[in-house]
């Protein structure tokens, strides 16, 4: 597998978090970020689906204006889905 080094920022938190982790698997803290980001993130054709979700989600959240409950959406999806049904 090639690598590529890259510098990341955490806030301090996060690192400490990090570290814990990594002295909990006896792995040094890149072997930790690399175990944790492989385990988590979508790979390949996942990848282009998981993008697809968050656009979805973008939108959602988009159409979520101050006032406008999940109720609402909720019945606008199901009126939807009705519709495609029939």
């Given at each position: 597998?090639?690598?590529?080094?890259?510098?990341?920022?955490?806030?301090?938190?996060?690192?400490?978090?990090?570290?814990?982790?990594?002295?909990?698997?006896?792995?040094?803290?890149?072997?930790?970020?690399?175990?944790?980001?492989?385990?988590?993130?979508?790979?390949?054709?996942?990848?282009?689906s998981a993008l697809a979700t968050?656009?979805?989600?973008?939108?959602?959240?988009?159409?979520?204006?101050?006032?406008?409950?999940?109720?609402?959406?909720?019945?606008?999806?199901?009126?939807?889905?009705?519709?495609?049904?029939?």
């Open positions: 597998m090639a690598t590529m080094p890259r510098p990341i920022r955490l806030q301090r938190g996060t690192f400490e978090r990090l570290a814990k982790d990594a002295a909990r698997h006896h792995e040094d803290i890149d072997s930790a970020a690399e175990r944790i980001l492989r385990n988590h993130l979508p790979a390949g054709a996942d990848t282009a968050l656009g979805r989600i973008e939108t959602l959240r988009a159409r979520m204006k101050p006032g406008t409950g999940a109720v609402e959406l909720i019945r606008e999806g199901r009126a939807e889905l009705e519709r495609r049904a029939s």
